[in-house]
């Protein structure tokens, strides 16, 4: 693939407006770690699966690979400080975060609009990143206002919208 079409491509995905999460897991010595994930949808209802994918390259791939699970938090409107943080490349993302490790032993940040914990099911080989589908084992909902990301942007929905 030519460098000319990659770049229209991301432009096209960029414009593609998208919910934002933070997914997070333990490394292998208990530690918690996250990243920043645009690339999050629902598989099936029965079970209740959902999919994200991660760059090959992505300092935290080890870790959801050799972990059994994951925490998909879908952030809220005034979250954007925490999408941002986990999107770059400090290692101490969680102290800009308040959380706590759950029942199923997964960090969970709290604020989010909603918070999916996940028994990883399945991974699979994708060109540059691997795809993750997880089961829902927990769900905890706040009654929040979501973030958007669009255009390498993130904010909340247009007051108004929809008409």
Not at 88 to 94: P, S, T, V
Request: charged content about 20%.
């Amino acid at each position: 693939m030519n460098n000319e079409t990659v770049s229209v491509f991301k432009q096209i995905m960029g414009s593609y407006p998208t919910g934002v999460t933070i997914l997070t897991t333990t490394d292998e010595d208990g530690k918690p770690c996250g990243l920043t994930v645009n690339s999050f949808t629902s598989v099936s209802l029965d079970p209740l699966l959902v999919l994200w994918c991660i760059d090959r390259k992505s300092n935290n791939v080890k870790a959801f690979q050799q972990s059994q699970g994951f925490a998909v938090h879908i952030l809220s409107a005034d979250q954007a400080e925490l999408c941002w943080a986990f999107a770059g490349k400090d290692a101490d993302r969680f102290s800009k975060a308040a959380w706590s490790f759950s029942g199923n032993h997964l960090p969970v940040i709290s604020g989010s609009l909603g918070v999916l914990e996940c028994e990883t099911k399945q991974t699979i080989d994708a060109g540059d990143h691997i795809i993750f589908i997880g089961e829902i084992i927990s769900i905890d909902k706040q009654e929040k206002e979501p973030l958007l990301y669009f255009r390498r942007n993130v904010g909340m929905v247009p007051a108004g919208w929809p008409n």
